[in-house]
Nanobody
């Protein structure tokens, strides 16, 4: 079993920044690729960013330049730093970890509003 717990979301104003965290635990057995997806109200879930076991990041074109994914292998934790938040970033953000298939957390709400 793999457990993923996201934290760091909430209500923020446009232009602000925040950092999401995702702590993984359970039968991970090594350093695994991890990812962030999000689902905005009324929209399909979409890929946001991912990071390989070696630490190489990848981003959706729509978030390049504002989002930064990173990881702390000692803590089995992945982070997503979001700068210059926009109302369209409002979504539930999900953290995933890949062991053959992807395991996902419960998600955390990020609301960008003035």
């Amino acid at each position: 079993q793999v457990q993923l717990v996201e934290s760091g979301g909430g209500l923020v104003q446009p232009g602000e920044s925040l950092r999401l965290s995702c702590a993984a635990s359970g039968s991970i057995n090594g350093i695994r690729p991890m990812a962030w997806h999000r689902q905005a109200p009324g929209k399909n879930r979409e890929y946001v960013a991912s990071i390989t076991s070696g630490g190489s990041p990848n981003y959706a074109d729509s978030v390049k330049g504002r989002f930064t994914i990173s990881r702390d292998n000692a803590k089995n934790t992945v982070y997503l730093r979001i700068n210059s938040l926009k109302p369209e970033d409002t979504a539930v953000y999900y953290c995933g970890l890949q062991i053959q298939t992807f395991y996902w957390g419960q998600g955390i709400q990020v609301t960008v509003s003035s």
